[in-house]
């Protein structure tokens, strides 16, 4: 009967030593840190450039949208329209548009949502006659609510294209 408990003792240090190894290969990763957005430096002490919604300096104003839309409406289209307008003035601006979103869906869903909006905006910009060159895009999906009520007010305030001011 010892050869018995002999091998009973090895067959249960095996299983234990087997599950300490599965329960470490199960541990959770460390997601990296995300890298901050750079800013760009001030341009003018009359213009804070670089902040988000900082286009409002030059009288720019942020773009609305539908739910899970990208299509620019025509309360939409006649900001923009105004928006080329103060840029035409300002030839030497150049401006980066910010797609955000709404926090219902998921990250990638918001990201590519928020892409596909500051996207449009850029386009028809450049419809109206802005260069593309002097705009820059980036998307922030649901990362920057400027509304964090769960409100369909606060979901509607948060669809949007913000101007940041990158250089005058």
């Known amino acids: 009967m010892t050869k018995l408990n002999a091998t009973f003792h090895r067959m249960a240090i095996v299983v234990a030593f087997a599950a300490i190894l599965s329960a470490t290969a199960c541990s959770k990763q460390q997601k990296p840190e995300e890298a901050a957005v750079p800013t760009a430096p001030a341009a003018d002490e009359n213009i804070a450039t670089g902040d988000s919604d900082s286009?409002?300096?030059?009288?720019?104003?942020?773009?609305?949208?539908?739910?899970?839309s990208f299509i620019l409406d025509n309360e939409a289209k006649a900001a923009l329209k105004a928006n080329a307008d103060i840029l035409k003035d300002k030839s030497s601006a150049k401006i980066q548009l910010e797609g955000h979103c709404d926090q219902r869906g998921g990250i990638q869903y918001n990201i590519a949502l928020g892409e596909k909006r500051a996207n449009a905006t850029k386009k028809y910009l450049e419809d109206l006659g802005i260069a593309g060159d002097r705009i820059t895009t980036i998307s922030f999906g649901k990362e920057r609510p400027i509304d964090p009520g769960m409100t369909e007010e606060a979901h509607a305030k948060n669809r949007r294209v913000n101007f940041v001011v990158t250089s005058r």
Do not use: I, S
Not at 55 to 68: C, E, I, M, N, S
């Open 55 to 68: 286009g409002k300096a030059l009288g720019l104003q942020t773009v609305h949208f539908p739910y899970d």
